[in-house]
Every structure is written in structure tokens, then in C-alpha cells.
């Protein structure tokens, strides 16, 4: 259930993952509106990355732009204290620290738009792919966190 804290994550494929001891890094975008009806395959529905977001150790969230606020959205589903900002100059290095000092962890990177678009986010994990060959990082396709479309605030 969201916000019920760390728990073991399901990705695509069915199953629970396998936590290897380097840990796993989970690459999502933010988006406007409903994500695509059409599910490709290999990729995340809403739920499960709400999923995701909940049993994640951390969160960390790029920069906004283009009037996308990943951290805004990241917090409909993970609890403040978990969500940490990153800056695209130091994004590499923050990540590399989090998982040396949490063999097994899992980590959701969460960018404005879609992933595989931002140039800073993919030079962040390539970076840190060359620090920690050994780490797990799971890319689905195309834009999957939305924040829900009911305000919590009656009107």
C-alpha cells in the first residue's frame, strides 16, 4: 500500500525483484494527464509505480522544467522525509554515496517528462553506472508518474 514505508519492489515481469547486494535504481518520468491507455511492454502502469515510490528506500527527484515538478509529484506517494532533490551537476556522485552506504537498497530516480529525453538524467546514471557496474538500474519506457487528479482539499 502507498506510503506504508520500504518494501520489496515488483518490477515489470511479475514477481517481486531480486535485491542484489549493489542495490537497484529505478528511472521514471512525471507527466501531465493520464498516462497512454495502449501499455507497451516492459512498461510501469500507474499503480506500479506508486508501488514503487512507496517501498523505495529513497527517492530522489531532478530538476523541474518546462512546468513539471517531479518532487511535487513524487510526494503524492512517498513520505517528505524520503524524497530528496538532486542537482544535475552532483546527481552521479549523491547516488553513488547513497547506494555505498546501502548494500541492497532501492532508489527511484524521477525526472520531469520522460527519461530517456533528459540529457542531464542520462549522464547521471551513466556516471553512475561506471562507479557501480553492479547496480541494478531498471528504465521503463515513456512517462509514468502522475499525480492524482482529485484535490485533497474539499472546494
Known amino acids: 500500500m502507498t506510503g506504508d514505508g520500504p ?12 535485491r542484489p547486494r549493489a542495490g537497484t535504481l529505478v528511472v521514471l518520468g512525471t507527466g501531465p494527464g493520464a498516462p497512454p491507455a495502449r501499455q507497451e511492454p516492459g512498461d510501469l502502469d500507474p499503480t506500479t509505480a506508486a508501488d514503487l515510490l512507496a517501498g523505495a528506500d529513497a ?8 512546468g513539471a515538478d517531479p518532487e511535487s509529484a513524487v510526494l503524492f506517494y512517498a513520505e517528505a522525509w524520503r524524497v530528496e532533490p538532486l542537482a544535475p551537476r552532483d546527481a552521479a556522485r549523491r547516488l553513488d554515496v547513497f547506494f555505498a552506504g546501502r548494500p541492497g537498497a532501492t532508489g527511484v530516480l524521477v525526472t520531469a517528462g520522460d527519461p530517456a529525453r533528459d540529457v542531464a538524467v542520462q549522464a547521471a546514471v551513466e556516471g553512475l553506472c561506471r562507479m557501480r557496474p553492479e547496480l541494478l538500474v531498471h528504465r521503463p519506457a515513456g512517462v509514468r508518474v502522475v499525480p492524482p487528479v482529485r484535490s485533497p482539499l474539499a472546494y
Not at 7 to 18: E, F, K, N, Q
Not at 59 to 66: D, K
Request: proline share 20%; hydrophobic share 30%.
Open 59 to 66: 527517492v530522489f527527484t531532478g530538476p523541474g522544467t518546462g
Open 7 to 18: 518494501a520489496t519492489p515488483h518490477l515489470p515481469g511479475g514477481g517481486p525483484a531480486a
